[in-house]
T-cell receptor
Framework: DQQVKQNSPSLSVQEGRISILNCDYT??????FLWYKKYPAEGPTFLIS?????DKNEDGRFTVFLNKSAKHLSLHIVPSQPGDSAVYFC???????????FGQGTTLQVKP | DADVTQTPRNRITKTGKRIMLECSQT?????MYWYRQDPGLGLRLIYY???????NKGEISDGYSVSRQAQAKFSLSLESAIPNQTALYFC??????????????FGEGSRLTVL
């Protein structure tokens, strides 16, 4: 029973354009939502997060939007760069349990 | 040197063998986690530990056991490995901020193949 879902296994965009990665969740009790980035042969690294009481958080080229009524979040990357090509994992954190639950991941390819 | 170190990085073993994956950290973090990554399934939580005396099961703990030997060390064991435990395994830690926000620091992974 997948609590965090990324329904798009892959996404391809042109350099300079916007990349939008999507994530859905089922549990209203999560406190934080996070995005991690993973390159081949490396561990995931934290990218950006958002508290469940916010609807937007921005960090440079990366912005995360949270729509609690739809149980949906998205990561926007503008402008996309070839170095952004990686697997992106959405994750949801419960402060009550201390668990961080991940989605299936979306492979982003940014073409020069 | 990596802050979160996993050994071995690669291991091939046979069905029925006992395997231990080790994780050590120099970050001084209390919380440590073990995840496995499978294609199309993302990262799934196996076990996590808040401190040396507090160990909890994750989403998929069956067939696995763990040992928190010290604050810096958290080992994952497969008592009798089976082929569907072939996966990429990650250890992670979290600091006091991460304990409230979920931000984890991951090791580079241990690739396990069970024949």
């Amino acid at each position: 029973d997948q609590q965090v879902k990324q329904n798009s296994p892959s996404l391809s965009v042109q350099e300079g354009r916007i990349s939008i990665l999507n994530c859905d969740y089922t549990n209203s009790m999560f406190d934080y939502f996070l995005w991690y980035k993973k390159y081949p042969a490396e561990g995931p690294t934290f990218l950006i997060s958002i508290s469940s009481i916010k609807d937007k958080n921005e960090d440079g080229r990366f912005t995360v939007f949270l729509n609690k009524s739809a149980k949906h979040l998205s990561l926007h990357i503008v402008p996309s760069q070839p170095g952004d090509s990686a697997v992106y994992f959405c994750a949801a954190f419960s402060g009550n349990t201390g668990k961080l639950i991940f989605g299936q991941g979306t492979t982003l390819q940014v073409k020069p | 040197d990596a802050d979160v170190t996993q050994t071995p990085r690669n291991r091939i073993t046979k069905t029925g063998k006992r395997i231990m994956l080790e994780c050590s950290q120099t970050k001084g973090h209390d919380r440590m986690y073990w995840y496995r990554q499978d294609p199309g399934l993302g990262l799934r939580l196996i076990y996590y530990s808040f401190d040396v005396k507090d160990i909890n099961k994750g989403e998929i703990s069956d067939g696995y056991s763990v040992s928190r030997q010290a604050q810096a060390k958290f080992s994952l064991s497969l008592e009798s490995a089976i082929p569907n435990q072939t996966a990429l395994y990650f250890c992670a830690t979290s600091d006091m901020t991460g304990e409230n926000t979920g931000e984890l620091f991951f090791g580079e992974g241990s690739r396990l193949t069970v024949l």
